[in-house]
């Protein structure tokens, strides 16, 4: 077996990539619904209330992961929520199916848990007023959101820590469907009302 050995492989000048044993290689990512993870955005946020990505969803991969990792930076508790973007537009139609259940641990006190369901709404609640100026993270599981004439189904999990008076952790895992069978591109992921976030975020392709 032959070995090459090189520090730099740059592609030609018509900037199409370079093709590695059927993998094309461009602008930093593997392209062309290579198996596996792909990251395909990655950023940082400060004091925002939330996050929009445009034309992120296209025919390249079927599903995807979206995560974020950060914290609230004001006192006020909030939900954290999502919405699917199509054109640059944020759709609210009430079609936002989801179940989710929490398990909530108090300092000094035993566990119990919390239900958060709802029919028909206008968005997805990741989970409900728990953010507050605390540390949490968050992973969602989008599958279909690009593809016409089929319902987007997704999963999520939040995990955040709530100081209210006493120091609690929750942790958040549902999952839901969004009926609407149109084709949508990108999402927003948000604090609702006076709730401000700073963090880190990935999405990710995946076949």
Not at 105 to 134: C, M, P, R, V
Request: charged share 15%; glycine share 12%; proline share 1%.
């Amino acid at each position: 077996m032959s070995t090459l050995q090189v520090n730099t492989i740059n592609e030609n000048s018509s900037g199409s990539g370079v093709t590695i044993d059927g993998a094309l290689i461009k602008d930093g990512k593997v392209a062309n619904g290579a198996a596996g993870l792909t990251l395909i955005t990655s950023g940082s946020v400060t004091g925002v209330t939330g996050i929009t990505l445009d034309s992120v969803f296209t025919s390249t991969f079927p599903n995807y992961l979206f995560q974020f990792n950060g914290e609230g930076t004001t006192n006020n508790i909030e939900q954290l929520r999502l919405r699917f973007r199509a054109s640059s537009s944020t759709n609210t139609d009430s079609d936002h199916n989801f179940a989710a259940a929490g398990i909530i641990k108090e300092s000094g006190a035993s566990s119990s848990q919390s239900f958060e369901t709802d029919i028909n709404a206008s968005y997805i609640q990741l989970i409900g007023n728990w953010i507050d100026d605390e540390y949490f993270g968050c992973e969602i599981s989008i599958r279909g959101p690009q593809i016409s004439g089929q319902a987007i189904s997704f999963n999520y999990n939040v995990t955040t820590l709530y100081d209210q008076g006493t120091h609690t952790i929750i942790s958040n895992t549902g999952g839901g469907i969004k009926e609407d069978t149109a084709s949508f591109d990108g999402l927003y992921f948000y604090l609702d009302d006076d709730q401000l976030m700073t963090g880190n975020y990935r999405l990710y392709g995946l076949n």
